[in-house]
């Protein structure tokens, strides 16, 4: 998954925007999340990393990635949702106040998803991706570009139950 927006005026404190997974059972596919990963961790078995990340969204192109090798899953993971916060620490902001954001969804060089957060230009925070996992173990993507007005401690809670789909 990769993430991308233009740096705030050179006037104005920086737009932080950034990419989180969480992680579900097979116990609880709709529950509290087993692990949340974000700019600040990787999974504990590696699977789900971050290997760039921006705060301030310097730079050409995606600026931000976070990569989910999913068949190295756990078989006991059977979902995982992604999202895209906003950081509110230097006030309000929406995904209408950022210019250029986009996020880009690919398996190998095959696009699943790309969007430009306009449908959800309102919301501080939105879902993008669910993968769940079927009975025979493959993986399943699903687009659900969903906005959310939680801050990034509160949207992790919430961004992959129920009420959410």
Do not use: C
């Amino acid at each position: 998954m990769r993430l991308k927006w233009d740096p705030s005026p050179w006037s104005r404190p920086p737009h932080h925007l950034d990419i989180i997974a969480t992680t579900y059972s097979a116990d609880a596919p709709y529950g509290q999340p087993v692990y949340v990963v974000h700019y600040d961790s990787r999974s504990p078995d590696g699977t789900i990393n971050m290997p760039r990340h921006s705060e301030t969204g310097l730079g050409l192109g995606y600026v931000e990635v976070m990569v989910l090798e999913l068949d190295r899953l756990a078989p006991s993971f059977v979902r995982v949702v992604v999202g895209v916060a906003i950081h509110q620490n230097t006030g309000p902001k929406t995904f209408g106040d950022i210019t250029n954001a986009g996020v880009l969804v690919v398996e190998g060089y095959q696009k699943l998803l790309e969007d430009d957060f306009a449908q959800v230009a309102g919301s501080t925070a939105t879902t993008v991706a669910e993968f769940t996992r079927d009975s025979s173990g493959a993986w399943e993507f699903h687009a659900m570009v969903r906005g959310s007005d939680s801050d990034p401690v509160e949207f992790t809670a919430e961004m992959g139950g129920a009420g959410q789909l």
